[in-house]
């Protein structure tokens, strides 16, 4: 499945952003996926998850109360709500597939990335 992922930028700190990732070439539906993020000299790092059916989703503490991650499987496509930013927010941001939930947030455990789309949050 290839992955696509877009809607970064910058913003001042206690903006808002929201990020998209369009799938295409497999079944969107089955996966579950998820978000991670990395900024300059630090790993990778998880942010959010959400099952195959939207019915069960997980959060890294940093991004808890303020990040909302949805998926619309007709569209194929995952999204995440970023509001109250940060400039620890500043990252390029992946979207990820994997299959089951179990691993959710161990990049490891992820089969398909996107390419990533940098997101600058200014103080």
């Known amino acids: 499945v290839q992955l696509q992922a877009s809607g970064g930028g910058l913003v001042q700190a206690g903006g808002s952003l929201s990020l998209s990732c369009a799938a295409s070439?497999?079944?969107?539906?089955?996966?579950?996926m998820g978000w991670f993020r990395q900024a300059p000299g630090k790993e990778r790092e998880f942010v959010s998850a959400?099952?195959?059916?939207?019915?069960?989703?997980y959060y890294a503490d940093s991004v808890k109360g303020r990040f909302t991650i949805s998926r619309d499987n007709a569209q194929n496509t995952v999204y995440l709500q970023m509001s109250s930013l940060k400039p620890e927010d500043t990252a390029v941001y992946y979207c990820?597939?994997?299959?089951?939930?179990?691993?959710?947030?161990?990049?490891?455990?992820?089969?398909?990335w996107g390419q990533g789309t940098q997101v600058t949050v200014s103080s």
């Open positions: 070439g497999g079944t969107f539906s089955s996966y579950t």
């Open positions: 990820a597939a994997k299959w089951g939930w179990s691993g959710n947030d161990v990049d490891t455990e992820y089969d398909y």
């Open positions: 959400i099952a195959w059916s939207g019915g069960q989703t």
